[in-house]
């Protein structure tokens, strides 16, 4: 959410921290956004307004990045599958999917479908797509995702011809996809925006297509985007073109981008927004407690955490024993108790709990001060200090929100009161936040990971290259590299998580992470709001939203 950098990515993340997930609330005015809850009228007005908290970096399929775009994109676009109300994929751009006996061919056959221009959606579509995003020129940072391809990896990372690439468009309506190795949650990931399709016609004629709202912007999902106000607003209307189109009730769709949680919750509460805190906007962290008292507040746990990142190249943080003992001297317990308040679990792993289990206690004591202490003093020998006075101030930084901020401001206190060491905080706003730390321009930096797929693989492959899309720290590790590659190809199950556990713990004893705590979302809606899908992955959908 990059996921997940869901953000991540993107502020999925910042909001996931004091967020929940599902929820009903009071409309103050009596319901004026959704009509009169209580009339079961048909004239009821299908217009659904919510906040978004950022400008989108990228509505392009391919460069997507992070949980804002992708918010925007699950809306709009759709792929081969969709994942339901049930949490499980189905059919969507698909109508027949044939799979191989070993697992490796898919054959997708397309049902009739067409673009918002009225252009076919073809299988053609999907194979440009794809190689688009795993052409290097086109610095796709998801490419990764698509690397269960057979030759999609080679071709992305090592000069490898595009042609060689396991999708090919059979004819107009068959798409036959090769894997590099049989892979369980293929059908999942076909409805990851990585896998959404673009309309080759128009992708072909403008290469900046997808830079603005216009009749170039060509979706085949729920909904169309008809305006795109950088910085301030998206709107989407009903798509009367989606091959679905009698399941979607909403006639539109209004994201504004206010980055400012009270301004949110004000606004949800004199009935100008329907939705407010996750998993696209953001509650309060002190209105929190004051939500659950009233009943208004839902609280449902996703797969996700927040951590800071360590740039492991440079400075102090390239010492792992520093970046240990950082690890350490948090105390995750009192910044959810008294910070977040949204029932999130304190995180001392980086696969969520939800896919490991044990994770629910991780690798080692949550505040363990002491051995945070042990480790310091192993890392300024190494680095030639006698004591953490001469350890240079370490930058924190972090995206524009408020409650990154609180969270960075307390644990600028914890280091400082637990190890001595003194923290400089700062902070931009989302694009340009995502730029800096894509390209190693920090110390400790906050992101968070939503995960794609219900699977641990996609909180660990991330990091498997040091120039890999989404890595952002720069470590690379031959053991860790080694586990992930031998997970792809054991066909038993318990075999399997065994090497991704192993691979897990790989990581945690090098720390180019530091994980705080895991998500859940939390939020408050107006009553008469049903039908909004908000998955166990962190993510929403609107195609089924209505007003009662």
């Known amino acids: 959410m990059k996921k997940r950098l869901s953000i991540f990515f993107s502020m999925l993340l910042v909001l996931s921290m004091f967020l929940a997930a599902c929820g009903g609330k009071d409309n ?5 956004k959704g009509g009169d809850k209580d009339s079961g009228k048909s004239n009821v007005p299908q217009e659904l307004s919510v906040n978004i908290n950022t400008e989108p970096p990228s509505l392009h399929p391919g460069l997507a990045k992070d949980a804002t775009s992708g918010t925007v994109l699950r809306q709009t676009f759709e792929g081969l599958t969709r994942i339901g109300e049930d949490g499980q994929p189905h059919e969507a751009a698909a109508e027949k999917i044939d799979i191989s006996d070993d697992q490796t061919v898919y054959t997708f056959t397309l049902r009739d479908a067409t673009w918002s221009n009225g252009d076919p959606v073809t299988a053609k579509d999907f194979e440009y797509a794809w190689k688009w995003a795993l052409d290097p020129n086109n610095q796709s940072e998801y490419a990764y995702q698509l690397y269960y391809i057979k030759g999609a990896e ?32 293929f059908l999942e990931l076909t409805a990851f925006y990585t896998y959404l399709p673009i309309n080759s016609k128009i992708a072909e004629a403008n290469p900046d297509w997808a830079n603005d709202a216009g009749e170039d912007y060509t979706s085949n999902g729920p909904f169309v985007m008809t305006e795109w106000s950088h910085s301030d607003k ?8 989606y091959w679905d189109a009698d399941t979607v009730k909403l006639t539109n769709i209004e994201m504004i981008m206010i980055n400012d949680p009270n301004t949110e919750l004000s606004m949800f509460d004199n009935g100008e927004l329907d939705w407010a805190g996750s998993p696209t906007g953001a509650l309060p962290t002190d209105a929190m407690q004051a939500l659950k008292d009233e009943g208004r507040l839902v609280t449902k746990s996703i797969a996700g955490i ?13 010492n792992v024993n520093i970046r240990k003992a950082l690890a350490h001297a948090i105390n995750r317990q009192e910044l959810i108790d008294n910070i977040l308040q949204g029932e999130q679990l ?34 300024l020998e190494e680095l030639g200090y006698k004591d953490p006075s001469e350890l240079p101030a ?32 700062e902070n ?34 991330m990091y498997r290259d040091a120039k890999g899309g989404n890595n952002d720290t720069g470590w690379e590790s031959k053991e860790f590299q080694e586990l992930l590659a031998k997970s792809a190809t054991e066909g038993d199950h318990d075999a399997r998580q065994q090497m991704l556990k192993d691979a897990e713990a790989v990581f945690m004893e090098d720390m180019p992470v530091l994980p705080i705590y895991f998500y859940t979302n939390n939020w408050v809606q107006a009553d008469n709001l049903k039908g909004v899908v908000v998955s166990g992955l962190g993510d929403v959908q609107y195609k089924w939203a209505h007003f009662e």
């Open 28 to 32: 103050a005015d009596g319901g004026e």
């Open 154 to 185: 080679e071709a992305n990372l090592n000069g490898g011809s595009l042609d060689d690439v396991g999708v090919v468009a059979k004819d107009d309506k068959t798409l036959e996809v090769t894997l590099a190795n049989p892979t369980p949650f």
């Open 234 to 241: 998206i709107l989407l209307e009903k798509n009367e073109k």
């Open 306 to 318: 927040y951590n800071y990142k360590f740039n492991t190249t440079e400075g102090p943080t390239a």
């Open 346 to 379: 304190p995180a001392m792993g980086i696969v969520p709990p939800t896919m490991f289990p044990e994770n629910e206690k991780g690798y080692f004591p949550d505040n363990d001060v002491e051995t945070a202490k042990e480790f310091l003093q192993k890392g």
């Open 394 to 425: 370490i930058v924190l930084s972090y995206n524009t929100s408020e409650a990154h901020q609180k969270i960075a401001q307390a644990i600028q206190d914890m280091w400082k009161n637990n190890l001595g060491i003194e923290v400089t905080l």
């Open 428 to 461: 931009q706003e989302w694009a340009v936040y995502l730029d800096k730390v894509h390209s190693l321009d920090y110390q400790v930096a906050r992101m968070g990971w939503l995960g794609d797929f219900n699977d641990a693989i996609n909180f660990l492959e």
